[in-house]
Nanobody
Framework: QVQLVESGGGLVQAGGSLRLSCVASGFIFSSSIMGWYRQAPGKQRELVAQITSGGRITSGVSIYYSDSVKGRFAISRDNAKNTVYLQMNSLKPEDTAVYYC?????????WGQGTQVSVSS
């Protein structure tokens, strides 16, 4: 059974930092592309960052960031721990959203339950 469990969200002031974690199980994590999406109230879910599979921690992987978070967020993975991270720095009120971990297993998108990130001005 595929499971993605996010943690690390919370309330932070603008300019602050948070680190999200997503622990995965039920599929071959090391071979899977992992992504972080977010959904703000009244908006569509959007891709924030994505990391391809790699043989070593962040070595040999390709990474994508949306323009809105480039230079502030960093995605990484630890294949030994089946975990993907999202380090979020210089947070802005517009980063407020529910953040979801994502992967595709057997051609189906899989989602975690989400973790709320709220940034106050």
């Amino acid at each position: 059974q595929v499971q993605l469990v996010e943690s690390g969200g919370g309330l932070v002031q603008a300019g602050g930092s948070l680190r999200l974690s997503c622990v995965a199980s039920g599929f071959i994590f090391s071979s899977s592309i992992m992504g972080w999406y977010r959904q703000a109230p009244g908006k569509q879910r959007e891709l924030v960052a994505q990391i391809t599979s790699g043989g070593r921690i962040t070595s040999g992987v390709s990474i994508y960031y949306s323009d809105s978070v480039k230079g502030r967020f960093a995605i990484s993975r630890d294949n030994a721990k089946n975990t993907v991270y999202l380090q979020m720095n210089s947070l802005k009120p517009e980063d407020t959203a529910v953040y979801y971990c994502n992967t595709v297993v057997r051609s189906l998108p899989r989602w975690g339950q989400g973790t709320q990130v709220s940034v106050s001005s």
